[in-house]
């Protein structure tokens, strides 16, 4: 088993940057930053590879925020920049073992951490 613990969040005005770590108690290959707002389904954001040569971003996102590992650590990044108040949710982390690559669908993931607030104020 494989825990995961996120940490990062807080409040910002848009336009601000945060960084949110995703810190595992052991390697989880494939992994994931998934979001949900208030009164909506969770849904995917940003995904990389192990060791951490591919990744994939959700349309809205994409040029805003940057996902990436250090590997030494097992941690995970998400770097959010140009931040909007459409960003604001709670934001998780998800593993998946011992596939490579990430997935976009929380049902190929194994492992989730409990989540960390955002929230970006007009």
């Known amino acids: 088993q494989v825990q995961l613990v996120e940490s990062g969040g807080g409040l910002v005005q848009a336009g601000g940057s945060l960084r949110l770590s995703c810190a595992a108690s052991?390697?989880?290959?494939?992994m994931a930053w998934f979001r949900q707002a208030l009164g909506k389904g969770r849904e995917f954001v940003s995904g990389i590879s192990w060791p951490g040569a591919n990744t994939i971003y959700t349309d809205s996102v994409k040029g805003r925020f940057t996902i990436s590992r250090e590997n030494q650590k097992d941690t995970v990044y998400l770097q959010m920049d140009s931040l909007k108040p459409e960003d604001t949710a709670v934001y998780y982390c998800a593993g998946r073992a011992p596939a490579y690559q990430p997935g976009r669908e929380e049902y190929e993931y194994d492992y989730w951490g409990k989540g960390t607030q955002v929230t970006v104020t007009s």
């Open positions: 052991k390697r989880a290959y494939g």
